[in-house]
């Protein structure tokens, strides 16, 4: 009877964890629609970055979107560190030394301004929280440092089992390609926008502070690759994901070699059993 009991109870808590996470799912569909899935060389086991489309990234961070984003934990030599960018330490240094890197005190206990150096950290755009707000309406804009691993959306069941079996993990990536494409001149009828706010498809609520950061035309690429916002959102979104995760390439290499071990070991073992025991009695 307590087994029976028992078996009952895990499989009620199992139901109620299932429509647990249903319910968000449901709930997303009355609000912002879900973002496409879109193609990333970063995706999947065997994913890497685009050296050319990361440059590209770092061009569009650099001219649009660091006049509002910090970025805390990216350094000027993490763009010539293995797996990153693909700059030399040369061209790293160089644009390490366009911006002025508060420093000191000095002797006399004054603090200074001086060119930058790979060790410094990206300048941020404003002083302080209160001041970015201040320049923006009131919001503050995220720190690109992590950006596209802390930002996701809900899956719901059975969405995300099958992304455990894909492995997908591009939420945030998505996410925020839609974002920057979904903005629209006009909000739809019936629809009351709040005073310095603009209409935005994929984001809750559809209401967001940030205008429109993107255009066409805006960046210019000398390597001919068109110049288009869903390009430069693909470019900056994969500049993001490498601030983010800067070593992907390193951890999925580590783990197809890992699972090539388990894999040989696992047969090295089976055949260890069979050879031990094959003349043991039944």
């Known amino acids: ?26 709930a997303q569909e009355h609000g912002a629609p879900k973002p496409p899935r879109e ?15 990361l440059q590209r990234g770092f061009q569009v961070f650099k001219e649009v979107c660091s006049s509002c984003h910090s970025a805390h934990l990216f350094a000027f030599r993490n763009l010539a560190q293995e797996g990153g960018p693909g ?46 707000r201040a320049s923006n309406g009131g919001a503050y804009p995220p720190d690109f440092s992590t950006l596209a691993k802390a930002r996701t959306y809900e899956v719901g069941f059975p969405g995300f089992l099958i992304d455990i079996v894909t492995q997908y993990q591009e939420q945030g990536p998505d996410y925020i390609h839609a974002l920057l494409n979904g903005y629209h001149d006009e909000p739809p009828e019936g629809f009351t926008l709040p005073e310095g706010a603009h209409y935005n498809e994929f984001f809750p609520g559809h209401a967001i502070k940030m205008p429109k950061p993107l255009s066409d035309g805006q960046v210019t690429y000398s390597d001919g690759t068109p110049e288009t916002v869903d390009q430069y959102s693909r470019d900056v979104i994969s500049f993001m994901m490498w601030l983010s995760e800067p070593h992907l390439e390193a951890r999925k290499r580590l783990g197809f070699q890992v699972m090539i071990f388990l894999i040989i070991f696992g047969g090295l073992l089976y055949f260890t059993k069979k050879k031990v025991w094959r003349n043991v009695e039944h």
Request: glycine fraction near 8%; charge should be negative.
């Open 1 to 26: 009877m307590s087994n029976t009991m028992s078996f009952r109870s895990i499989a009620l808590g199992s139901l109620a964890a299932v429509l647990m996470l249903a319910g968000p799912a449901e």
């Open 39 to 53: 193609e990333w060389s970063f995706a999947g086991p065997f994913g890497h970055f685009d050296r050319a489309q």
């Open 87 to 132: 700059f030399t330490e040369a061209q790293a240094k160089a644009v390490a030394e366009q911006y002025q890197i508060e420093d000191g005190p000095n002797d006399a206990g004054d603090m200074f301004e001086r060119p930058g150096r790979l060790s410094d950290h990206w300048p941020s755009p404003f002083p302080n929280e209160q001041a970015a």
